[in-house]
């Protein structure tokens, strides 16, 4: 079984491209809607693109857990 590993700064042009794509570069704060994933995707995108502090407010202890991981992964 082989593997494919994408380097980090392709990783990180691709995540960029597709965030511009589904207009998270021109999001307004608002998620509704979006997988917990997608939520945590726009955000990072928000604060590479917008400089300034970004604040994600999820509603549980267990939602921050997933949250940051999935953050981590997109950052």
Do not use: W
């Amino acid at each position: 079984m082989s593997t494919t590993a994408t380097p980090s700064l392709t990783l990180r042009a691709l995540f960029g491209r597709a965030a511009v794509s589904v207009g998270f570069d021109r999001l307004a704060g608002v998620t509704a809607g979006l997988t917990p994933a997608a939520k945590a995707f726009a955000a990072v995108a928000a604060a590479r693109i917008h400089r300034g502090v970004t604040l994600f407010v999820v509603p549980t202890d267990r939602d921050v857990e997933q949250t940051a991981a999935d953050a981590r992964f997109f950052y």
